[in-house]
């Protein structure tokens, strides 16, 4: 490989992110802007949204994960399958799902098999769609708002796991007033970087 040639992030394999376009075509489609406008994992980073690639094969025994776990105190693990077959309720929590919330804890999704879109929206409100793939783990941070959408393949397995007895509660939008909310907003919207603050909406 020619030295000046950039590394691929392999998270890029089974995580990407891009500006959403703003049909209301199918919620399943990628609903990519012409031209296509990629967000990096380093951009999401920076509106507090953290992502790994893992070893789904071998969740059970994996290293890493086991890591992940200890340092950040995620003593809870379950499984959640969204598919119209698997998903008791289907019809009503998909709804539910891409109904735009947050919550006051993290979110944090492992795919170990199918795929599925979490849509978060960046400091100017707008949606960034981001594909979370088979070995994708990602953390949304408690207070972000955002939803979730099966892709045109109708099935994704995610691991769930959290800090302590699970809250999955969704606090549909507007709930800015949450402490939730006003912490994720000082720490990523209005961030200070050196003397400025960055105002979102400037
Ligand atoms: C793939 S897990 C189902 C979606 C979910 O739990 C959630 O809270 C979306 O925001
Ligand atoms: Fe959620």
């Not at 200890?70 to 969204?82: H, K, L, N, T």
């Not at 929590?93 to 919330?101: A, G, L, N």
């Not at 507007?174 to 720490?187: G, N, S």
Request: proline letters at 5%; glycine letters at 4%.
């Amino acid at each position: 490989m020619v030295a000046t040639e950039k590394m691929q992030d392999p998270r890029e394999e089974v995580i990407q992110a891009w500006y959403m376009d703003d049909s209301d075509e199918d919620q399943r489609l990628p609903h990519h802007r012409e031209p296509k406008e990629f967000v990096s994992l380093d951009q999401l980073t920076e509106l507090g949204v953290l992502s790994w690639r893992l070893d789904a094969d071998n969740y059970e025994t994996d290293e890493e994960l086991k890591k992940i776990r200890e340092d950040r105190g995620y003593s809870y693990m379950d499984f959640c399958e969204v598919s119209p077959e698997k998903l008791p309720n289907y019809e009503e929590k998909i709804k539910s799902f891409f109904e735009e919330h947050l919550h006051t804890d993290e979110e944090i999704r492992y795919a170990v098999a199918g795929s599925g879109y979490f849509d978060v929206r960046d400091r100017n409100e707008r949606w960034i769609r981001v594909w979370l793939k088979k070995g994708g783990l990602i953390v949304l941070p408690a207070g972000i708002y955002h939803r979730f959408t099966l892709d045109t393949n109708n099935y994704i397995k995610a691991m769930r796991l959290f800090v302590g007895d699970p809250v999955w509660t969704p606090f549909n939008r507007p709930h800015d007033h949450l402490p939730a909310r006003q912490e994720y907003v000082k720490a990523f919207v209005h961030k200070e970087t050196g003397d400025h603050a960055v105002d979102a909406a400037a």
